[in-house]
């Protein structure tokens, strides 16, 4: 039966006992927000860092929440996936693996978290007492249930056993232990999917970016405004937005073509270019003017496919 | 098996309870389909405990800009209020009595619904945050099968009925009023006369009246037991209150006999939600009845109303067989035993454990941070407590939990079973024990982060508690997120409200110092307000005013006459120097608020919902107003009829500045700016006019600000101090008739 929420855990390593100190946390997963780092709605960060062997740092989604753990002073990265419709439980359970996996990753690219995980053991914990309760016949439908999964993601094997005894009022938990250590990487492949940096957003560019969805807004919603595109003239020709054309290296020379109190938005390929414009701009008392990060690529992907993509 | 929650506990809820959330789970379904209006689902669920939270009106600053978080399109829950954005359950802990059974439901509920987290309120009550609303129904139902409702624990009605923690045990109480409470909480539960309030009633129980424990100075209602000529009865007080504008509750009756108690507070609910303010949400609670009709007519009122009201005979049934509110002690009482006792476990003892009036038993105190533990330590504190207490454990309004009817000579291995858990942290009632609000983590009107804050504080003090004076680890701390006070500023000895100030077009996080506020007699007194501190910098405000206090103190002086004998004058000067705020470029940490990393801004502060209500911008801004008439009140009784009369002029200013803000935003703060704009939209029109005094609240501002005073004298401060209030009065008056007419028809 499907449970009302279920929970993965990887645990640090090497040693998951080892004090860490979660505070940085908080920066780390406000980044993630603001990045759109992870899949999914992101929605805020909660600190539980007070808390003994609690919740540490927690990222709380829509649908899935991610916290630095710290349960019975082991700490790892605790997902949660809190609303899965009607999908079967073991695409839920593959769905929240690459999910936990993506976010390991970024965790492990971040400087300032300063983490690293280890893939081969993982808790997954049932939570829901009615559906999925912590009894030795629980055990063996869980295990009917996901050992399938596991077993195609670790090739050498695996060893499924339950863990957090046989409390009944704790959630049914079972521990996965892989007999070879595959990495990351590997793993996210075999789940199949997207992978995390095609799926997050581009790193803020500048102080004054706007996603392509704010500006599409802004175009549905009638606005006034001016869209610039600081690009070369083959590159317009080739795809384009029907912004007014500055070439970035004549954009000094032509400043004066556009209004300072003009409400106005650049782009270029990537959004590298156009940050500088933007810059330049902003320098020259153009209060109102914005990036649009990820420049006309992550238009492209993410509102018009038919444009050309080069 | 049972594939639902409703099946599987079909016979073990209360009826009536079961029947309310089958009708609440049907208004759920019935607003998803749009077939019900949204403020009346709004009323509905919050009646239900189901609260909004922060950004769930879609909008969050992630530290660049405010976005829009793209849930789905749903039917609101609420006006401006998302299907899908996750919200707070407020439980009810009636006197805070809580079983092992009832925490161990709470604790699977925390993980089920919630974030494994279960939150004390500083009314007893226990909060889960970021729960869906469509797990609601079920989250209840498991709650009603151990005896627990959610039942009003929001809304315009009876809060929780809080009582003191001691009730029962404590040396000098008249009797235990935990079976009282009870009752009255069983009695006024979804009764018909506490349906029709203009805002919330929160009562409270108290056993003795010099101790700080029920705080019933504070509340709309308070009952301090008390025996006399062998009958049992309760001083009985009305209309405290915290919020913007503190007011001391009035005593309504020296003595009330138990037989009477019930009846006579159902002749108070009458009274307020008959006379009550209903429109202007700032001015509904009955503390503003009691204040406008003074004490006396209250009285008369209450007593010709009791008068009417119909027998019930649910009035004394109870008396009968008392409401059992504790078990029985599953150990004999034993002294401790003086060898050998565990490593940290004197001081722990020494701050954490007191005496009861049962010989040979203690009460001990489990210190939560924050108010927080999580379902782990709730299922461990079960089996703690059955293993030396058995139900005997209470929340308390200082956000920990209480085991009593510990045997002495079980206080070494309890503290062991729970240090093993991560629950014996010492300092409980200490500096170290800080009471806090949710502030901005999920409250929606919060301003800066007071848990943030707090949990700094903690960590902090913490460190260095060892090396501290007693005269500093004895005082209190207790920080609200905005001036709602929910965490209860006013009563600390160091006290604290987020607020926020702009520099150079960047907002810096803020609190306002309020300073010797009286914990004890039920909150006797409240604390003045000494200037407002950037939220980096209180840390080592909070240094500067202990230890400045521990070395002028004299004798056994107390905080609270220390800052009196100091003056308000030569405390502020204590905090000045950490009142500058640097530069962004020169330490842009002073605009990244505590447990965060954005920089910080009030942008995305939402509307408040607590119980329905709706902020406006005036109700934001004429705050200012309030609290300078509050500091002119205080300036009048230090002596200082200048400065009150200059404030009391201010306050003016700054309400009438709300209510042209209101119309024409941009107006300065120009005093000349804002006395023409205000005379040409509100005077000369009318629009400010009362119904029977006409001109005459206007004609203040006016005639002040005309023709200011060339020598002020006491006389002349107090009749401006007056005035400032009465004008104050006429712009809420004012705002709220404005606003009615422009609201659509209900």
Redesign the interface.
């Known amino acids: 039966?499907t449970p009302?929420?279920i929970a993965v855990k990887f645990f640090v390593s090497p040693d998951p006992g080892a004090a860490v100190d979660v505070e940085p946390f908080?920066?780390v997963f406000?980044?993630f927000?603001?990045q759109g780092a992870l899949e999914g709605?992101l929605?805020?960060?909660?600190?539980?860092?007070?808390?003994?062997?609690?919740?540490g740092v927690?990222l709380?989604g829509?649908d899935v929440?991610y916290?630095i753990d710290q349960?019975?002073g082991r700490t790892g990265l605790l997902t949660t996936r809190?609303?899965f419709g009607d999908l079967p439980l073991s695409e839920v359970v593959r769905d929240l693996l690459r999910k936990s996996l993506i976010a390991i990753q970024a965790i492990e690219q971040d400087e300032k978290a300063n983490l690293r995980f280890a893939t081969d053991v993982v808790t997954i914990q049932y939570?829901?007492?009615?559906?999925t309760p912590n009894t030795a016949d629980g055990f063996e439908a869980a295990r009917r249930d996901i050992a399938p999964v596991f077993e195609k993601l670790f090739d050498g094997g695996c060893e499924l056993s339950r863990a957090h005894g046989d409390?009944p009022?704790?959630?049914l938990s079972v521990s996965v232990t892989a007999k070879e250590v595959v990495a990351a990487d590997a793993l996210l492949q075999k789940l199949g999917g997207p992978a995390a940096r095609t799926v997050a957003r581009a790193p803020?560019q500048t102080?004054w970016?706007?996603e392509v969805?704010d500006l599409k807004a802004l175009r549905d919603g009638g606005s006034d405004f001016v869209l610039v595109d600081v690009r070369e003239t083959g590159e317009y020709e080739t795809c384009n937005l029907g912004g007014q054309l500055i070439p970035l290296s004549s954009l000094p020379a032509r400043i004066g073509e556009l209004d300072s109190g003009a409400h106005v938005v650049v782009h270029c390929r990537t959004g590298a270019r156009s940050s500088r414009a933007v810059k330049l701009l902003r320098e020259a008392g153009f209060e109102n003017a914005w990036n649009l990060r990820g420049g006309i690529l992550a238009w492209i992907d993410r509102i018009d496919p038919t444009l050309t993509r080069y | 098996m049972s594939t639902s929650w409703k099946q599987e506990l079909a016979g073990r809820m209360d009826a009536a309870w079961a029947d309310e959330i089958d009708l609440f789970e049907g208004q759920i379904g019935l607003r998803r389909q749009g077939k019900l209006e949204d403020r009346i689902f709004a009323e509905t669920r919050l009646r239900r405990g189901v609260y909004g939270q922060r950004y769930d009106n879609g909008k969050r600053a992630d530290g660049i800009a405010v976005r829009a978080l793209p849930y789905e399109a749903k039917p609101t829950k609420g006006p401006d209020t998302l299907w899908d954005a996750p919200g707070m359950q407020r439980i009810k802990i009636p006197y805070g009595g809580v079983s092992s059974e009832q925490l161990e439901v709470l604790a699977a509920l925390s993980e089920e619904y919630s974030d494994s987290i279960l939150h004390i309120t500083t009314r007893q009550d226990v909060q889960l945050h970021f729960v869906h609303i469509e797990d609601t129904p079920d989250l209840m139902r498991r709650l009603a099968a151990v005896g627990i409702t959610t039942r009003e624990a929001c809304g315009n009605s009876v809060r929780n009925v809080t009582a003191c923690p001691l009730a029962g045990v404590c040396k000098t109480e008249a009797f235990d009023v935990s079976p009282y409470a009870s009752a009255l909480m069983h009695f006024l539960l979804g009764h018909p006369d506490v349906q029709d309030f203009g805002r919330k009633f929160k009562p409270a129980f108290s056993g003795c009246e010099h101790e700080a424990c029920g705080l019933v100075q504070m509340h709309d209602a308070g009952f301090v037991s008390r025996v006399v000529d062998g009958v049992r009865g309760f001083k009985v007080v009305v209309g405290g209150g915290l919020g913007t504008v503190p007011h001391q509750a009035e005593v309504l009756s020296e003595f009330t006999p138990v037989e009477e108690f019930l009846p006579q507070i159902q002749a108070v609910a009458r009274v307020f939600a008959r006379l009550g303010e209903k429109r202007n949400r700032g001015r509904a609670r009955i503390k503003f009845l009691v204040a406008k009709l003074g004490i006396e007519e209250f009285r008369r009122l209450v007593a010709e109303e009791r008068k009417t009201i119909p027998y019930d005979s649910r009035w004394t049934d109870f008396l009968d067989d008392l409401p059992r509110t504790g078990g029985e002690a599953p150990r004999p009482a034993q002294a401790l035993d003086a060898g050998n006792l565990p490593e940290g476990f004197p001081a722990w003892c020494a701050s954490n454990v007191m005496a009861q009036r049962q010989e040979g038993y203690a009460v001990a105190t489990v210190n939560l941070p924050l108010g927080d533990l999580t379902a782990d330590q709730a299922r461990a504190l079960a089996d703690i407590a059955r293993r030396f207490v058995g139900e005997n454990l209470r929340t308390t309004v200082e956000q920990n939990i209480v085991l009593r009817f510990v045997s002495e000579s079980d206080l070494p291995a309890l503290y062991q079973a729970l240090r093993r858990v991560g629950l014996a942290a010492p300092g409980a009632g200490t500096i170290v024990d800080i009471t806090t609000c949710p502030g901005t983590d999920t409250c929606k009107l919060g301003i800066a982060s007071s848990r943030g804050l707090a949990a700094q504080l903690r960590k902090r003090l913490g460190e260095k508690s060892a090396a501290l004076p007693e005269a500093i680890t004895g005082l209190k701390i207790k920080i609200s997120g905005c001036f709602n006070s929910c965490g209860q500023h006013h009563l600390a000895d160091i006290g604290f409200y987020g607020n926020s100030r702009k520099i150079d077009k960047r907002t810096a996080p803020h609190f306002q110092v309020i300073l010797g506020g009286q914990w004890t007699h039920n909150a006797g007194s409240y604390g003045l307000a000494m200037g407002s501190v950037p939220s980096k910098a209180i840390p080592e405000a909070v240094d500067a005013l202990t230890e400045a206090y521990a070395q002028g103190r004299e004798k056994s002086e107390s905080f609270q006459d220390w800052t009196r004998r100091m003056g308000k004058r030569n405390v502020r000067e204590i905090i000045k120097p950490f009142m500058a705020v640097p530069r962004y470029d020169e330490d842009p940490s002073f605009y990244v608020d505590w447990s965060d990393a954005r920089d910080f801004t009030v942008g995305d502060l939402g509307v408040g919902e607590c119980a329905g209500e709706v902020v406006s911008l005036f109700g934001i801004e004429v705050v200012k107003a309030e609290s300078q008439a509050f500091d002119a009140q205080v300036a009048l009784e230090e002596g200082e009829p200048d400065a009150a009369e200059d404030l009391a002029y201010r306050a003016m200013l700054s309400a009438a500045r709300a209510l042209v803000r209101t119309e024409f935003i941009d107006v300065t703060e120009e005093p000349a700016d804002i006395v023409k704009e205000f005379k040409a939209r509100f005077f000369d029109t009318e629009r400010f006019f009362d119904k029977y005094a006409g001109g005459k609240f206007g004609q203040y501002l006016l005639a002040r600000h005309t023709e200011p005073p060339a020598r002020v004298d006491g006389g002349e401060a107090s009749r401006r101090v007056e005035e400032s209030l009465l004008f104050i009065e006429a712009a809420h008056s004012c705002e709220a008739r404005i606003s009615a007419a422009v609201a659509p028809a209900a």
Do not use: N
């Open positions: 039966m009302q929420r908080i920066g406000h980044r927000i603001q709605l929605l805020d960060v909660a600190d539980y860092a007070h808390v003994p062997e609690g919740p927690l709380v829509h929440d916290a349960t019975a809190k609303r939570l829901d007492r009615l559906a409390d009022r704790k959630p803020v102080d970016d706007i969805d």
